[in-house]
């Protein structure tokens, strides 16, 4: 069964601060890696989508890899804003052509204090 | 473009009565789907389509129906609202199946009593 787990589960640093959340997913066979943002009483909204063959791809302050021999990824974000408080999710796509394919973590949960 | 939009935003029931939650799309996308975020969990598919005409289940579908008579609506039924189902619930939209960026709506948050 296809997993995807993220740690931490909750996360709060200071304004300005740097910080990498991670993601470990085992996703079969695999076809994509995707990062949503969650904001407090709102829908996901995608950051990055990255495929077998890419190792880094950015939007502006966030920065994902993809590490596909090992199975994880990360998500980093540089020079942190209290508007990047939210729950940053993690979700693997199969490409085994069942129901939507994607397989989503928990989500970490990330505050930023001023 | 309006994107994905859901109503209601807020709903209470009570156990046993039925509720239809609204979801469209103005992107022409072919795939929508719908999922139940509950505290603690990740996001669980409850039901799909891939076009017109086409639903199918997804990993939590007992108590839901769906159709999809055009590509820009995608409504969810609840045929007899139980305190289980208590959960907020996202419409999403996207051009393919796994493919290509995933568009959600802004979330229908529901109370079963």
Redesign the interface.
């Known amino acids: 069964k296809n997993q995807v787990e993220q740690s931490p589960q909750s996360l709060i640093i200071l304004e300005g601060k740097n910080c990498t959340l991670q993601c470990n997913y085992t996703v079969s066979p695999f076809s994509n890696l995707r990062w949503y943002k969650q904001d407090t009483g709102r829908g996901p909204v995608s950051l990055t989508i990255m495929t077998f063959s890419e190792n880094t791809k950015s939007n502006g302050r966030y920065t994902a890899t993809l590490d596909a021999d090992t199975k994880q990824s990360s998500l980093h974000i540089t020079a942190s804003q209290l508007s990047d408080s939210a729950s940053y999710i993690c979700v693997g796509t199969d490409s085994g052509g069942g129901a939507d394919g994607l397989t989503f973590g928990k989500g970490t949960h990330l505050i930023i204090q001023p | 473009n309006a994107g994905?939009t859901q109503t209601p935003k807020f709903q209470v029931l009570k156990t046993g009565q039925s509720m239809t939650l609204q979801c469209a799309q103005d992107m022409n996308h072919e795939?929508m789907?719908w999922y139940r975020q509950d505290p603690?969990?990740?996001?669980?598919?409850i039901h799909?389509s891939v076009g017109a005409g086409i639903t199918?289940q997804?990993?939590v579908p007992n108590g839901y129906n769906v159709s999809r008579s055009t590509t820009e609506d995608f409504p969810l039924r609840l045929l007899s609202a139980a305190p289980s189902q208590t959960s907020v619930y996202?419409c999403?939209s996207n051009q393919g199946?796994?493919?290509?960026?995933?568009?959600?709506?802004?979330?229908t948050r529901l109370t079963v009593l």
């Open positions: 994905v795939y789907s603690g969990m990740g996001l669980r598919l799909y199918d997804g990993e996202f999403a199946l796994g493919v290509g960026e995933q568009f959600f709506g802004p979330g």
